[in-house]
Nanobody, 124 residues
Framework: QVQLVESGGGLVQAGGSLRLSCAAS????????MAWFRQALGKEREFVAS????????YYANSVKGRFTISRDNAKNTVYLQMNSLKPEDTAVYYC?????????????????WGQGTQVTVSS
């Protein structure tokens, strides 16, 4: 079973950028679709972005489209989330998720493995 470890979170001012990384181990990374979700305090966990195993197809929540970019490096077993033009409403714990197979949708149940999360705080 793949295991996931996120990094790269932190405190940034509105308008700034951060890049999150998620390192995977214990499985054949390219067999997994990867996604980022986030959960703000007191809110449900929500979909942010996903990418298929080959790294060709990407999908985004409307709230981040045009600002965030998901990518993966299968040689490094790592998926990234480049976040630009950050807003205070992007403040949340960001989770990396892996789903074995072709599913790249926004539903949490489509992903079997989850990281522990990394905090992103955007100040106004």
């Amino acid at each position: 079973q793949v295991q996931l470890v996120e990094s790269g979170g932190g405190l940034v001012q509105a308008g700034g950028s951060l890049r999150l990384s998620c390192a995977a181990s214990g499985g054949t990374f390219s067999n997994y679709a990867m996604a980022w979700f986030r959960q703000a305090l007191g809110k449900e966990r929500e979909f942010v972005a996903s990418v298929n195993g080959a790294g060709v197809n990407t999908y985004y929540a409307n709230s981040v489209k045009g600002r965030f970019t998901i990518s993966r490096d299968n040689a490094k077993n790592t998926v990234y989330l480049q976040m630009n033009s950050l807003k205070p409403e992007d403040t949340a714990v960001y989770y990396c998720a892996a789903g074995f197979g072709a599913y790249v949708g926004s539903a949490r149940h489509g992903y079997e493995r989850w990281g522990q999360g990394t905090q992103v705080t955007v100040s106004s």
